[in-house]
């Protein structure tokens, strides 16, 4: 198709031949977000996975790690991003011992993820309480919302 | 296993599932990744179950089927909106069928920052004898 309207149409579009591919492109990227189920949840496909939520002057950033010590984990903060990695260790069982089943997994991790908006990093607290990580990172106070009084 | 320790960690979709009779109360249900190991002595079962505090914990163990099942509290303040949202809370259930004979009074469980430890030990009878075979 690309090829007729190309050398057809000598005119046709020739300032932009990838323009119809893009339009494809946005066509496909549709068509897979249709046909995924709207239950499913979207997540970057690193480790840990995070919710992330706001109050009027906090953003909470928290990541089910269980089995994970406090001394195990590393969070750092730079102007608006936050950083966890640790690793997650599964102690070793007996040599005698025999497995049915082993779905839990050992390793290493790293996960970097943007904050939307200003942070004051002197202001951030991490707890970690019956295998949830909680951040709560203060906004800076440019990044709070400010209530504005309309005069009539 | 050292080698298992130095892996990067995947992500895992927790895993839904439908318990047997159909709920009362709104809420999804997830079902935690065990490690189950057997000795000599003992079936141990380790389950993650981030955000269960030990009140919310119910193990039970009747006609050689153990039921875990917990409830979560939702995590975040009610005043908090969702930017980002990847995982989703809910509460725990899975059921197994114990072949071995269990020592129901012996059983001792913990559970400690969202791990569950649950060593179930073997009734004696039920504990490997070696068995000489005599020669004739």
Not at chain 1, 107 to 129: H, T
């Amino acid at each position: 198709m690309i090829y007729r309207r190309l050398f057809g149409y000598p005119n046709y579009r020739i300032r932009s031949p990838f323009e119809e591919l893009e339009r494809m492109r946005r066509q496909m990227d549709r068509m897979y977000d249709d046909a995924r189920a709207p239950s499913q949840q979207v997540h970057a496909g690193v480790f840990p996975m995070i919710n992330l939520t706001e109050d009027v002057n906090k953003y909470f950033v928290r990541a089910e790690l269980p089995g994970l010590k406090a001394d195990e984990l590393d969070i750092q903060v730079t102007a608006n991003n936050l950083s966890i990695s640790g690793e997650r260790k599964i102690e070793a069982v007996d040599k005698s011992a025999r497995y049915h089943r082993r779905e839990r997994d050992a390793g290493r991790f790293s996960r970097v993820m943007g904050l939307p908006g200003d942070i004051d990093p002197e202001k951030v607290e991490a707890k970690l309480k019956n295998g949830i990580l909680t951040v709560a990172i203060s906004k800076a106070t440019i990044a709070k919302p400010k209530q504005i009084t309309v005069s009539s | 296993m050292t080698d298992t320790q130095s892996q990067d960690l995947r992500v895992r979709d927790k895993q839904e599932v439908a318990g047997p009779a159909e709920q009362t109360t709104p809420g999804l249900v997830f079902t935690p990744a065990v490690d189950i190991f057997e000795t000599e002595m003992a079936i141990t079962l380790l389950a993650d179950m981030p955000g269960v505090k030990a009140d919310d914990l119910t193990i039970d163990l009747r006609d050689n089927t153990l039921t875990l099942s917990a409830d979560t509290e939702p995590a975040d303040d009610s005043s908090e909106e969702g930017i980002l949202l990847e995982y989703e809370t809910g509460r725990y259930y899975r059921q197994f069928t114990l072949s071995e004979i269990i020592n129901q009074e012996k059983i001792d469980a913990k559970l400690e920052s969202g791990v569950l430890r649950l060593t179930l030990p073997k009734v004696e009878k039920a504990t490997p004898r070696k068995i000489a075979i005599n020669t004739g």
